[in-house]
């Protein structure tokens, strides 16, 4: 969900809050080479009622360990934040006239900061790192700020509630023993909640889970399912009832539905842009490159921007507001269709300027999914051990590998069971997917299955990294899976 600075109303005062967020950087995945004849139009311009910001001021503070970033702008914005090992990165639309600045600074955690105007409505905040670190960002109306907090990974400690309890324990394997991290959860508890996060909360980037949970202030979490090199998520991502990704076919995902309940299941996708004349149009993807013969859909959880695109119509408001190529800003109310130039006729041949449209995006099986992370494959079903690591297209290497795994269960009582195996280490065998799905049924799962696995393993308890990262150092993925507080 987008955090506009004009959407957080706190009174005055400053008030915790994840951000949203991007990449740094914006691959062109469609080439724009030769676009068809009628999409040679300019990505069309920002409306004159839409509200433009200007970045006033950005000042660092410097509070011992911990550094403050503000961020003061002349009217609302709305904003993403990234970070890598080397920088955290703000982006800011729509937002004008940067001027573009270094400023040195003398800080354990901070080198400098950097400001720039990426594109004319699109201005970028960089704080560069001397060390890894992690970040929360905080919002103030009055003045319009951003305040962003550097915070050294030792002091991102979270206090655990009853409703959660971790244990390691070492496990017997095929080669020997490994170490495994478990993380027992009820979520019928009504303060906490749980639900999938991307990183930077946009389709597109990367961050290490210990991030990713610091910026949500999250009492634990888990590495969530497969991503492209880009951050992507492959698979089916739902958050507070958005889809953001669209299911894989017969791969399984973990959800949670409007009421509460945990499922673990296949779904299918089902998405059309419906015109007047009661036409339809295939939605193959959802903030992923289109399939031959259909059209693609990017919302805002991609990021500010979309990619490089040779046929594109941009809607606001269930409105065709433009055709254009290339890349523009994905506007507020609305979202972009694109096609291959093979398949522009379905654009251009089917919709007009000023027309109204319908989309629908539909997942099946309707079990009123709230938040939903897609994985694979399954490990447990009906209490018994199923690994169906074929039919949802993984292969046999996959399965007899050990290597680290991370997977998620849900018992009898509708517990959940968040577990992550370390491997490829002297000490650390690993499990294959066989030995994982033992592992879920001896701890007590009904159903369970697997998540990323390799060196994006990682358990985030308390604010503390439990497991070993088997690369060493954490790995940066495109999804986590949090237990955050609920309320306010």
Request: glycine share 10%; proline share 7%; no cysteine.
């Amino acid at each position: 969900m987008l955090r506009g600075i004009v959407a957080v109303i706190l009174m005055g005062v400053l008030a915790a809050g994840a951000g949203a967020q991007v990449s740094p950087h914006f691959p062109a995945e469609v080439s724009a080479s030769s676009p068809a004849r009628v999409a040679q139009a300019a990505p069309p311009q920002t409306p004159v009622t839409a509200k433009v910001a200007g970045v006033e001021d950005v000042q660092w503070f410097d509070e011992g360990k911990v550094g403050r970033v503000v961020i003061t702008l002349d009217a609302a914005a709305n904003f993403r934040a990234v970070s890598t090992r080397d920088y955290i990165l703000i982006d800011f639309w729509l937002a004008r006239e940067a001027p573009w600045r270094t400023t040195a600074v003398h800080h354990p955690y901070v080198r400098r900061i950097r400001v720039r105007q990426y594109t004319p409505h699109l201005a970028r905040v960089y704080i560069d790192l001397k060390r890894p670190a992690r970040y929360k960002t905080f919002v103030r109306t009055d003045p319009h700020q951003i305040t962003v907090m550097v915070i050294p990974p030792w002091m991102a400690t979270v206090k655990l509630p009853p409703s959660l309890a971790y244990e390691k324990v070492r496990v017997a394997t095929g080669r020997g023993t490994t170490a495994v991290h478990v993380l027992r959860v009820d979520p019928s508890s009504p303060a906490i909640q749980i639900r999938p996060v991307l990183a930077g909360d946009v389709d597109l980037g990367k961050e290490t889970t210990s991030v990713i949970a610091t910026r949500y202030d999250a009492l634990a979490g888990i590495n969530g399912g497969f991503f492209a090199g880009s951050g992507s998520p492959l698979g089916m991502i739902v958050i507070n009832g958005k889809l953001i990704s669209a299911p894989l076919p017969k791969r399984t995902v973990f959800a949670i539905s409007r009421t509460g309940q945990p499922v673990i299941a296949a779904f299918e996708f089902n998405g059309r842009v419906v015109t007047p004349d009661r036409t339809e149009l295939w939605v193959s993807a959802v903030n992923r490159p289109p399939h031959a013969g259909g059209v693609a859909v990017y919302t805002q959880e991609y990021g500010p921007l979309t990619p490089n695109l040779g046929v594109a119509a941009l809607v606001r408001n269930d409105v065709v507001e433009a055709f254009f190529n290339g890349r523009t800003l994905i506007p507020d109310g609305g979202y972009v269709l694109t096609a291959n130039r093979s398949d522009a006729a379905l654009l251009t041949g089917h919709l007009a300027l000023g027309q109204p449209i319908t989309l629908r995006l539909q997942i099946s099986p309707d079990l009123e999914v709230l938040n939903a992370l897609g994985g694979g494959p399954r490990l447990v079903k009906d209490g018994q051990q199923s690994v169906p690591f074929a039919w949802e297209w993984f292969t046999l290497r996959f399965h007899d590998t050990r290597a680290p795994r991370t997977a998620v269960g849900i018992t009898n009582a509708g517990k959940l069971i968040f577990v992550t195996v370390d491997g490829r280490s002297a000490r650390n065998t690993g499990m294959t997917l066989g030995e994982l799905s033992a592992l879920m049924v001896h701890l007590g799962a009904v159903e369970a299955m697997n998540l990323d696995g390799g060196g994006s393993a990682t358990m985030v308890v308390g604010g503390r990294i439990v497991n070993e990262p088997s690369d060493g150092r954490e790995r940066p993925i495109g999804s986590a899976l949090l237990v955050l507080r609920s309320g306010p």
